[in-house]
């Protein structure tokens, strides 16, 4: 038993370190279950929940007779996931490369899609989140998607899923791309703007991002809703814990009428054809249809136009380069909006009524037409020189008589020269009746991204001088040799470009030179002329119905203002101007149109469009009703470098008069202002 | 008519009866109804904790949501056949037999090593059997080394004055062929489970203190050791980088120490409740049924549970001790010596790993883990523990 003792103490020993061994995990226990219990439980619940965003349905945009402009389909997409492919030791090229064979696309192509946006970057490249799938194709074949699910291994980091994206049914043919918009996933920048837990939900959000769909976003977005789901350790769905439902969007119904919207297309590409006809260039084409009582807008269309299908799943590099080429007229401008064009003639009615009103004018005098006046120390000239003798100013207007204008214009220009010497500020009737009748600035249309255009005065050249006219002028003076024409042009506006001259003025008269309007400015204009002299603010949106039919909201078009002239002078005007179609500069495009049945009136424009082209701007601002009402529309066309109004632009009108009203062989597009009877 | 004085005969007589009944020394007597019972009642544990694990519905290997818990419950009727049947061969056969058993695991152990062998997790441990059924040589391995020491030191070169220097070699250069094959596989938690059963046996059997001195050092310095001279193959260096820094690769091998620390902490004070853990069930925790069983613990039995855990592993380690305390012999106490030895380090270092306190390695909780070899071997260390127990005369005070 001489062991036991010499073991007894070594056996100590050995309880003490087990026992010290157990009461160390007894003391971490208690530091980890207890004390920190805490925060661990609320990484164990980051752990293993998952919050996933149920997108909600967006919103459809409607004509006026519920027929869907934009409406939701159901698609096969196609995504990338980034850091998965970068987690390969490739870096993903081989299944990009296999990728792209599947889809037919070029490796190019698919590598732009997935390439994060950023300083020197080419378009088309990925606008979103890095962290988010990366749509590379949303119109796939589902044996595509087939074989991209069942043979994950050769693609991995690569998905196939159902979604929902935009569609464009297209009724009538009706297109109205630049007034629909289109849609984009949201950018970082947008996402930066909002709060952490809203980053989350809303990163694989898409956003409006031209057209109504930017303008009514967030009417069309709806809410997402939040799926809160309970994962396991490879984020395999176990259990849902908790959801909030999505919330559809709202519809737009908008006043657009599918079928004038086709019309309105293709008569800008009748416009089109006729300029060129006549070998003038005619490119691009803008257009608007406008209800002249409400304000509301019936057609748009711009030219060239694009299929705003290509943006669906992405924009590919040739089809973003294609929207965005010069040499291509860059179709993504909404040129009916955001065109600045000289209005050309089409502005004289403004002038009229600013000269009457002055005082400068009667409208029952008569006044000489004489083929050239002089202004300054140059002679200006009516359109091909042509003199018309002792004219009233209903004749002035029908015929378009430019030297008329010219007096006006020496005649109002030395006045205000004269109070200015006096010290009393100048009044420029004619620049004041212009933005009374809202040109020259936005109208405040519902669509982003709108023109303000230019009404010239003493004081905005001034202002125009001295932010860039005198510095480019006067680099120019010294760059140019002396021989340049353009070098005397310099030098003056170096030293005088400031000055308003009586020339300004007499181009001002008659719509040429400084003035720059949008055709949309123009139909607001001559839609007071026919409507008591209220200028709206157009809309295109008329009424926000919730999914369940219920109208959250009726947009009317807001008034601008009132034009301030008396309703005699208004009345005076239009009935000058409904005479252009059957005896003045539009008589030869309206050659047998039935004019007893549908009242058209409406006026020419022909506006040279500055020193670096030969070709006019072709305009025809018209509005037409039934007989014995106030004319129901407004239609204006604008058709750069196609020469005179009366030959390019007209015809375009007359065929959407033709359309809306049932003229010849078009079935009415409006049946209800055919009183009943084909005419 | 019984007096007040028949009365106190017989109550002495029957106190004295009392008495003798107390001091009758049977072989029932002699057994460790505790040490049996807190060891079932760990192995009965551990079986729900093996079905929590297991009973979800992305079962592994797509089987029945009890499977698991079927076969654990197999795992524990065989071995507790194996540890009778040890208890009742009991010291003298078992001594006859230790070197035999001694050859077997070195040849299992050299076996695993070759084309038998299958590799799970990095480590070549494990031998195919066929029909489902694997072997872990090294948890033979333990056993033998054990008994090896005990009879080494606790009867062939056993001397009154404990075990000179020559024995140390001896018994050190016994012990370096299992070790030295375990390591080869490398299975390095069993090594650590070895090496620290050596040196607390060599303790225990009055080896100088120096001896023991020297060898704790050379222990716990060679862990670190090997780490650093790279001796340790990739995987297990990560393990190792990802136990000193483990924010660094979350999915990586730093994964399983953040999972496991999360998992346990996040019970708090009474858990959530059996079959209600979510990390559990997410199964965020790999190999959670074996090596980190504890885990479900923590999460579903909170601090509580795994107190009444560690009270029950600490009673197995007290019976343990008592029995080695009490042994009439030499060898009796370094048996059991050394099955708390082995016992003691492998519990905390299973529970060490998912606390924290130590780094990751595969090796299972006794009693508790999944996983038939560990299982029996524990349980013929139990049947162990109570031959040396009923070889023991009772000593009443």
Redesign the interface.
Known sequence: MKYTSRYGLRLGVLRFLVFGLLLALFGQLWYLQIVGGETYRRAAVENHVRDVVVPADRGRILDDQGRALVANRTVLRITVDRIALSRQRDHGTAVLHRLAGLLRVSYADVQHRITLCGKGVPQPCWNGSPFQPIPVSEQADPMVALQINEQSESYPGVSAEVATSRSYPRPSQALAAHVLGYVAPISEGELSTLSTEQQDIRRNDVVGRAGLETSYNGLLSGRDGIRRVAVDAVGGVTATVSETPAVSGDDLLTSLDAKVQAVLERALGLGLARARSFGQPAKTAAGVVLDAQTGHVVAMASYPAYNPEIFIGGISAADYRAVTSRKAGVPLLNRAIQGEYAPGSSFKPISVSAVVKEGTANFHDTYSCPSGVTIGNRVFHNFESTSLGQINMHTVLVKSCDTVFYQFANHDWFADQRRIKNGQPPIEAVQNMARAYGLGQDTGIDLPSESGGLIEDRASKLARWKTYLRRNACAGAKRRPASDPIHQLDVENCTDGWRFRDADQANENIGQGTVLVTPLQLAAAYASLVNGGTVYSPRIGAVVRAPNGRIVRRIASPVRGHVPISARLRADIVSALYDVPRAGTAAGAFGGFPLDTVHVGGKTGTAQSGLDTKYDTSWFASFAGLPGKPAKYVAVVTIPQAGQGARAAAPAVRAIWEGIFGVGQAPAAKPSQTSGRRP | MTTLADSLVALRGRSSMRERLRMRDTVVRRFDFLLLGSSLTLCALGAVLVWSATR???AISGTSPTEYLHRDALNIGIGVMLGAVTMVLGGPRLRRWTPGVYLLACALLLLVLGPLGATVNGSHSWIILGGGFQLQPAEVAKLALVLSLALVLGEWR?T?E?PGTPEVLLVLGLAAVPIGLVLLQPDLGTVMVLVFTVI?VL????ASRRWVVALLLVGVLGSIGVVQLNVLKDYQLQRFTAFLHPGTDPRGFGYNAT?A?????????LGVGLGHG??T??????EQHTDFIFTVA??EL??LG??VI?AL??LV??RG?RI??RS?D?YG?LVA?GV??WF??Q??QN??MT???MPITGLPLPFLSYGGSAMFANLVAIGLLESVAIGTPRRVR
């Open positions: 979800g519905p992305a056993a009154p404990g607390g303790m225990v059997s009055g999972q620390k999360i998992t346990v902490a996040s019970g708090g004070l979510a990390q069930s997410g199964r965020f925790v790999p923590g999460e909170g601090f795994c107190s560690l592993l600490g380690l007290w001790l080695a305390a009439p030499p106490a010596a708390v030895c003691a380090f519990t905390f529970i060490g606390v924290g306190l």
